[in-house]
Each structure stands twice: as C-alpha cells, then as structure tokens.
C-alpha cells in the first residue's frame, strides 16, 4: 500500500488527492452559535498604522489578575506584585477593589500610609455603579498623590435584560448616575493632596451595540466634563473575547472615529482571552486608535486571562520599539508573579516559558549554531562588539541575553537532535570547534545513546561521552597506546626527528621516528609497533587567548582500513596533534 492511501472494503486502495479529500460534519451543535456582526467601516484605516511607540500601559494584575485566583493574593503577595510592577516600570496600576472587603480596601490604605507608591505612579480601583460601593471606594483613597476611580456597568443585551433587567434608559443611566456620585464623593472625601482622575468601561463592550456603547460614553463624558488638563479613560473592554482581531479593531476605530472630545479622551483596550487571541486584539486596537492597554504580567486574569503584558511588551521591543518596562530580569519577574499568583508560568510562554529559548531538533540547532557563529564574524569584519549588531540569529526571535537568560539551554540534545546541537554544546562548554566530519562521526555516538536509551543526553552527559571516547583520562586509560610525559621534537635540515615516552600494550617504550614535519615523524615512528597511520585531515585552534592557553588539534585518520578522528588537548601544540594521533590509534583498535 502507498503511503498516501486510503482502502475500500473490496481490495483497491484509492488513492488520496485534493479531489478525494471531503471534511465530514463533526456532529459539534454548531447551531446553538452565531456569527459576530462586522462593523461597516469600508475605509478603515488601522490597518496601514504601524506602532511606532509603547502605548500607556495599565497592570490590572491586583484586581482582574487577583478576582480570577483561586486564593486571592494575601497582603504580602499583593506587596510584592504592586513592588514588581513599579521596579519593572508600570506608572498605572490597579491596586484592587477596595469595596469588595476589608483586605483590598486595607491594602490600598496600606500603600498610601507607607508611602510606597512613588510620584510618577497612578493608582486605580474598581468599582460597580452603587452608591455605597462608590462611597467606600473614594474614601480608600484619601492621601494619595494620584489616584484614578474606575467604574464600570455592563452595556451589552443579555445584561441589560438578565442582569439589570432594565431597557437601554436604565443601562445608560446607571452609568450615568455612577458617574456623578464618583464626581461628588471625590469631591466630598478627598482633598488637593490628590489629583484625582476618572475611568469608565461599558463592561463587555465586545457584545454592546457600538451606537448604545457610543451614547454610554458620551454620557458619561457629559457628567465628567473633560476637557483640557482633565481627561477621562473610556476603556472599551473585550471582557469576553467574541471576534477576530480585526472586528475588534475596526470596533475601535469606529469609536475613536465617533466619540466627541477625542483629544481629552484616553482611549483603553481590555482583551481578555477567550479566543486566544488577546494578543493580536491589543496590538491591532492600539494601530485603530487606542491609546492604553490594560492587562496583567503572563495573561493572568478571568477564564482565559487578560491580554498578556509582557508579550506585548516583548513584541515591542523585539522589533526596536522601547517599552518602557524593564524585562532585563524576566525569571526574577516570573518567580514573583509565581509566587503572588500561586500559579506556574507555562514552559512554553512566549518570550519567558522555561522551554522558548531552547531547541531540541537538529535542523533548527543546525541554523541556531550557524547564527551564532556569523554575528561573531560581521562583529568581527564591522569592528563592533555582537551587542552592537541587530540580532539576526535564526529561530530565536530575542537574545535570550536581553532578557537575563543564558545560552546554556538554547541547545538541549534529545533524539531529534543532530550535529550541529551537539557540536553547539561543546564549544559553548568546552571551547571545542570540531570539525564538520568529526561532528557526524560524533553525533552518530551520541545518536546510538539517544536511541538507546531515550531521553535527553545533558551537556555533562555529552562531555563525558566526547572524553570517553576521544580523550581517555590517565586515571583510566585504555587502548594500546599511553602517553607519558617525556618528549622531544628536533629539525635537523628540513627533517623532524620526535621521541616520545609512551606505554604500549603495557610496556613503557620510547617511539621514535623522523618525517616531514612532526606528524609524519611520530607516524614514522609508529611503524615499529606495528600500527600504520594516513593523516586524512588535520584541524586546530586554540582554547582560549593568551599565554599559556591550551591548543585543540583533530585529525583525521586511515588506521588499517579504519577512517576515524583523534582528538588532542595540550598547551603545546605538537603535543596536541601526538595526543590526536595517538586517540585515533587506540580508538581504531578498541
Ligand atoms: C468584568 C469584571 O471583571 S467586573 C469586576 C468583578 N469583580 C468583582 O466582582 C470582585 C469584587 N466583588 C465583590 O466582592 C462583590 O461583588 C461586591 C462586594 C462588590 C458586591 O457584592 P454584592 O453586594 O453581594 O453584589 P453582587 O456582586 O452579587 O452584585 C449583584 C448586584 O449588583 C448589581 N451590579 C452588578 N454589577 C453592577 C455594576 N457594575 N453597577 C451597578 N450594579 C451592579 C447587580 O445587578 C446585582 O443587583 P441586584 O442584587 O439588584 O440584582
Ligand atoms: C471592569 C472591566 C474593565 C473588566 O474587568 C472587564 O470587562 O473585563
């Protein structure tokens, strides 16, 4: 049977091809789903703008990120979150919702009290439109320097008709009222030590017709008056995910097209997750016209998560864009949030997971070796350091250096794993840059292991292997031939005469020889115990700089039939290449 085929119950295969191949109904109840209306928008705009600057960033880590916990975050967890956010450079941060009970509202006191919030930072909090919620919200923040109030009442349908059981008046109004209430309790409660800023979000505006959403915020705007030096944040909020990306874009570009008193309004994004494409919603709302997102470090948040921050943040900077934040520490970032969350960051996160800085398979570590090896080069023919170059190293799309990690596990070795991998690990471990054929005579050992044995072979594991094979240790030697320490090397008119101390097959003995250089003479030399060499290829470098640095030498051999690499390690360089003979020798009789 061919490998493209598929059988009939009388005997002939039939052959798969384009024509053949028909997608079944999957018996899924597709009917209980609808689709999500377009915005008529014909001469959007979005997408032609390119993001050329970090946008205004909100953490919501303390309230969306901390409401989704299953053990809401302790007041010392919360501490740590609000330090790391300000240490990583976030100026707006939403501490909580001080209404909910007594530990948010305690931890908002406690931040004001102790002074940790620093100038440039402003706080925010949530609240429902309801007036004794509004009430204690306010007065949480009496002392602090800025502080924002941020309400919210859901717009959409089915909450208009299941939640609040009112028509679009009453929705509106609620708004409205909520609105007003804020204004004077702030007016009531708080004194000038605080510049005191407002945020509204017709909550899941992702449903909420765009003309109801559009007559929401004008009212609301209506109420707040802003206006030069008193702005107001509509944050629109994909509080469910329900479209494309580019639905959601157009959706904004549709309210920043329509909404009046533009250049005072804020204009905020809110994704969450839900079709895992909060991401991508962010970015092409920001090109449609926003100006802030909120969201939370590692996509922490209701369901799915919100929008992931420091992937945003990433993809800026990955494309010369500063974010503003710092992620140089990016494990130190994942440890807190851990532990503030009590939840692990997935191995393959985007731009942190344990895993994404590392390949396994032999064609990307192939490419991932050669990358490396060609920015030294350009650094080398530019007269630059490889920090100053643009980074061009295949499928790592960031230096992993940028962000706090180290080059140790860009390359891991498994069965998938080809030369390229492992000759990676021995020459960012052990400054070995073996030769091309060496790399597959060694891989092919390497790859006996994996398929053996399964599993990953560690870098230590490929060290021991690589001197096992190659470099036996004097404490165990093994093979017909061990040197001793003796050694001399003289030219007499163009000739090399070698003389060295050796054991062979247990007796110590002198080899000596004479040759056209002194490799020829040591093989000369071998002659006498039998052992009849032909240099095929002959590769060294040094280890490392400077005085006294060891010397590397490979060579390849024909041993009686045998085509095989030795390998030598000395500080002097003929040494080396005798050691590199001398393995190849005793490998071929192994
Ligand atoms: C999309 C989001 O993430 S929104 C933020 C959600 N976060 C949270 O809810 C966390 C904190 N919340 C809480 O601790 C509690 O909900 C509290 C203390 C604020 C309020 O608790 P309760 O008084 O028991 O009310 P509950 O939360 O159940 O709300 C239900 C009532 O509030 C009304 N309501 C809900 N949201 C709002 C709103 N934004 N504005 C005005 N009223 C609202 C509901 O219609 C309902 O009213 P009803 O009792 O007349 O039917
Ligand atoms: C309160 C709002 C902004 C919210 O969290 C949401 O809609 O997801």
Request: proline residues 5%; charged residues 25%; glycine residues 8%.
């Amino acid at each position: 049977m061919t490998a493209s085929s598929s059988s009939d119950s009388f005997g002939a295969p039939t052959p798969i091809t384009a024509a053949t191949v028909r997608q079944k109904p999957s018996g899924m109840p597709v009917h209980k789903y609808g689709p999500y209306e377009a915005v008529d928008i014909p001469d959007r705009t979005w997408p032609g703008n390119r993001i050329t600057k970090a946008p205004r960033w909100l953490s919501t880590d303390l309230r969306d990120g901390n409401q989704a916990l299953i053990d809401p975050m302790s007041p010392a967890r919360k501490r740590a979150m609000f330090d790391l956010l300000v240490s990583m450079g976030y100026k707006e941060i939403e501490v909580g919702f001080p209404a909910s009970g007594q530990t948010d509202f305690d931890f908002v006191r406690s931040i004001i009290e102790e002074d940790a919030i620093p100038d440039d930072v402003t706080i925010s909090v949530l609240t429902q439109a309801r007036e004794e919620l509004i009430e204690r919200t306010v007065e949480s923040l009496k002392g602090a320097r800025h502080a924002t109030v941020h309400l919210y009442n859901a717009t959409a349908p089915v909450f208009r008709e299941v939640v609040f059981r009112g028509t679009r008046e009453q929705v509106r109004q609620i708004a409205v009222d909520g609105t007003r209430l804020v204004t004077e309790y702030a007016e009531k409660l708080l004194d000038d030590r605080t510049a005191f800023g407002y945020q509204y979000s017709p909550e899941i505006f992702t449903d909420t017709e765009l003309d109801f959403a559009l007559e929401v915020c004008e009212s609301v705007m209506d109420v707040w008056q802003p206006g030069e030096g008193r702005e107001i944040i509509l944050n629109l909020p994909a509080t469910v995910e329900r479209s494309t990306p580019s639905t959601h874009a157009d959706r904004f570009e549709w309210m920043s097209r329509n909404l009046s008193r533009r250049e005072h309004v804020c204009l905020s994004v809110h994704p969450h997750n839900d079709r895992g494409t909060a991401v991508a919603a962010a970015e092409l709302a920001i090109m449609a016209g926003a100006d802030r997102i909120e969201g939370c470090l590692f996509g922490q948040g209701e369901r799915t998560g919100n929008v992931d921050l420091v992937t945003l943040g990433m993809n800026l900077f990955s494309q010369g864009v500063d974010p503003q934040i710092d992620f140089s520490q990016i494990d130190e970032v994942k440890r807190t949030a851990e532990y503030c969350n009590q939840m692990d960051v997935h191995s393959r996160h985007p731009y942190v997971g344990d895993l994404v800085y590392t390949s396994f398979s032999g064609s990307h570590q192939d490419a991932i070796k050669k990358g490396f090896e060609a920015m030294e080069v350009r650094a080398e023919r530019e007269g630059k350091s490889v920090d100053e170059l643009e980074w061009a190293v295949p499928y790592l799309p960031i230096d992993p250096k940028d962000v706090g990690r180290s080059y140790e596990a860009v390359i891991r070795v498994n069965s998938q794993s080809g030369k390229g991998g492992i000759a990676y690990v021995l020459k960012d471990g052990h400054s070995l840059d073996l030769p091309r054929r060496m790399q597959v005579e060694f891989s092919k050992i390497i790859q006996e292991r994996t398929d053996s044995e399964g599993g990953e072979v560690t870098p230590a594991d490929i060290w021991e292997i690589f001197q096992h094979e190659y470099l036996p240790v004097p404490e165990a030697p093994w093979g017909r031939i061990a040197l001793r320490d003796g050694q001399t090397t003289t030219t007499v008119d163009g000739q090399d005469e070698v003389t060295v101390d050796a054991t062979v097959d247990g007796e110590e003995t002198v080899l000596a020889g004479s040759g056209n250089g002194p490799l020829a003479a040591f093989f000369d030399a071998l002659q006498a115990v039998d052992v009849d060499v032909r240099l095929l290829d002959y590769v060294e470098h040094t280890m490392s700089e400077g005085a006294g640095a060891e010397a590397a030498a490979y060579i390849e051999c024909a041993i009686d039939g045998q085509v095989l690499w030795g390998v030598g390690i000395d500080a002097n360089i003929v040494r080396a290449s005798i050691k590199a003979v001398v393995s190849a020798v005793n490998r071929a009789a192994r």
